[in-house]
């Protein structure tokens, strides 16, 4: 149970219901790893000494683990063999790790080895790469996945700093969620230093043939050196970015924002590793088009990494604030039309995710109930965009103005420690609302935070762009031939928009004639790839199947690929085709991402 403040200052104990680790006895308070990176075997190996406070003089420290196998474990720093024993396995959770410790002792060494298939690690042969050239190995740790390669009390609600020597082939260069060097050491040996507290699902390590480019003061790219041109052009703004959020809501507090661009497997767009943000190449759109990306991983530098959700039933606070403060950065550089899109693009997948949960689902509440299940299971629109659009409409109400002040007195209050629910809701009231019951009417926060579906209050964006692109998509539907639309300077936005407002089953005819003109099966760009292969499956067009497998053994991120199984397994000859292409897919995907097509093909 991790232990939190309310207003009063007095301690409050959180239950965590997907870790073991009983931080409210003994909690860590350092980790520094040694570890080898074997790419024969598919295993990290080494040892990880563990620092921690024993706040109530227990004689037993508990850890999460899974699949990791651990041959010894000592205490103190003269190496004194520690007794250690481990609990029943779980499902999604692991097995605790319990260590027999003296009153006294204030660290333990773990001697440990992953297992080749640690749900976090994922291990790519050459080919699997950009360069083809090289092996690649990368890490996701959230939610509850650094178990699987560290031994740690595996919840957001207890924040450590780390450090680590790594060693890796000579050839390779090794990267860490912490600071980093930005040249290759010759020797394969390298050391890292986080200097502030971070939540475990944080840590995170990269391995593989990426070279470094700075763009700004403090901000630069690692990449595979085939992708570092495309790299360093496509986020050509990210300095502007950080110095955009940092005056929004306070100054930018882990010293370097870098970015690597990952091999396509990365499972998600991307993961806001502090100081390291891991990014998918699905967004080298070559037109700078999808940097709202880039703005996101940025915005968790304070929503997420700097006030962090307590447990992962929290997570709307992660999430809701980010997409804010990622709208807010992409308003300040790209202007308010451009912002406008992205919003509504938000608002209508929400209500999809509504609909396809049921309005009265208790998992379209933002405080989410995932005891007894896979916190991933949360992991949708619905901490992310309602969570986004609760904070818009509380803006509408009290004015940007004073929303700001609030913001960025939350962001600074409560710096490096974890949040819950129950405790933003307390400050919220405190802070925002201050008795004045007109305002808080009309918000209605419980209903936001404990209801189902999207309050009728919500406030609504409409965008000019996306009209445009609708009433095109109308025409076109009416009879215009492809070739006689308005099209000219569209953004990916406004093509997402115009295919979404193409029904399902567009005849072939229809299909032929917009691939002809605008050659969509061709596109480089992996959103417009994904809506419009939705409707080629619908259609069962035939010339698009090559591009769909091809698009499916390469990219692996679940974004895209879930719903196109989705689209796929609808019709028999589909669902033979999907488990075909899945059968040879499969591997290059990373765990979380097989774990959620599994299902959908089986
Ligand atoms: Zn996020």
């Not at 050239?133 to 700093?161: E, H, N, Y």
């Not at 200097?195 to 901000?219: C, E, W």
């Not at 397994?569 to 499969?586: D, M, S």
């Amino acid at each position: 149970m991790p232990t939190t403040h309310n207003s009063q200052n007095q301690a409050v104990q959180v239950t965590d219901v997907h870790s073991f680790a009983k931080p409210e006895e003994a909690v860590i308070t350092h980790i520094h790893l040694n570890l080898d990176v074997d790419f024969e075997k598919h295993i990290l190996q080494g040892y990880a000494k563990l620092s921690f406070k024993n706040i109530t003089g227990t004689d037993h420290l508990v850890l999460d683990t899974r699949d990791l196998e651990i041959s010894r474990v000592t205490q103190g720093e003269n190496g004194e063999e520690a007794k250690f024993s481990f609990g029943e396995e779980v499902k999604f959770l692991g097995k605790a790790l319990t260590i027999e410790v003296s009153k006294t002792s204030e660290v333990v060494t773990v001697y440990y080895k992953t297992s080749p298939h640690a749900g976090a690690l994922m291990w790519l042969n050459a080919e699997q790469t950009a360069g083809k050239q090289f092996p690649f190995m990368f890490s996701q740790s959230q939610a509850i996945l650094a178990r699987t390669w560290v031994p740690c009390q595996d919840g957001p609600g207890v924040k450590f700093t780390y450090s680590a020597d790594i060693s890796c082939p000579h050839s390779l260069m090794a990267l860490m969620s912490a600071e980093n060097d930005t040249l290759l050491h010759k020797d394969g040996k390298y050391h890292f230093n986080m200097p502030q507290p971070v939540s475990s699902y944080l840590m995170a390590i990269a391995v593989g043939d990426v070279r470094f480019h700075a763009l700004g003061k403090n901000t630069g790219v690692y990449a595979e050196p085939v992708m570092l041109e495309r790299s360093i052009d496509e986020f050509v703004d990210m300095q502007n970015m950080v110095d955009a959020a940092s005056g929004l809501y306070g100054e930018y507090a882990w010293g370097r924002y870098d970015v690597i661009v990952l091999p396509p497997s990365f499972p998600f767009g991307g993961m806001e590793n502090p100081r390291l943000t891991f990014a998918t190449p699905t967004i080298i759109a070559g037109d700078r088009s999808l940097v709202a990306l880039v703005a996101h991983e940025l915005a968790h530098s304070w929503s997420g990494n700097l006030v962090t959700n307590a447990t992962w039933n929290d997570f709307w606070l992660n999430e809701g604030f980010t997409m804010y403060f990622e709208n807010r950065i992409m308003e300040k550089l790209y202007g308010r039309d451009y912002a406008d899109m992205l919003d509504e693009l938000n608002f209508n997948e929400l209500q999809e995710t509504v609909k396809e949960l049921g309005e009265t689902s208790i998992d379209t509440h933002l405080f989410l109930s995932l005891k007894d299940r896979d916190p991933d299971d949360g992991m949708n629109e619905i901490a992310y965009i309602k969570g986004q659009f609760f904070l818009k409409t509380v803006e509408s109400v009290v004015g940007r103005e004073k929303m700001d002040i609030f913001v960025k007195k939350y962001f600074t209050e409560h710096a490096f420690q974890s949040m819950t629910t129950e405790k933003f809701i307390e400050y919220f009231k405190a802070n925002l609302i201050q008795g004045d019951l007109a305002i808080a009417n009309k918000i209605e926060l419980e209903k936001w935070i404990y209801g189902p579906g999207i309050p009728s209050n919500t406030f609504r964006v409409k965008s000019k762009l996306l009209e445009k692109a609708a009433a095109q998509a109308k025409e076109f539907l009416a009879g215009t031939p492809a070739k006689e639309l308005h099209t000219k300077d569209w953004s990916t936005h406004e093509w997402l928009h115009f295919l979404r407002n193409l029904p399902e089953g567009l005849t072939k005819d229809q299909i032929v004639s917009l691939d002809k003109k605008f050659h969509f099966t061709q596109s480089g760009n992996c959103e417009i790839l994904c809506d419009w292969f939705q409707h080629t499956i619908a259609s069962d067009y035939l010339p698009s199947e090559a591009q769909l497998e091809l698009f499916l053994m390469n990219v692996g991120r679940r974004k895209f690929i879930v719903p196109l199984y989705k689209s796929l397994v609808k019709t028999a000859a589909g669902k033979i085709f999907a488990q075909k292409v899945y059968l040879n897919a499969r591997p290059g995907y990373h765990s979380v991402a097989q774990q959620t097509i599994d299902e959908l093909v089986k």
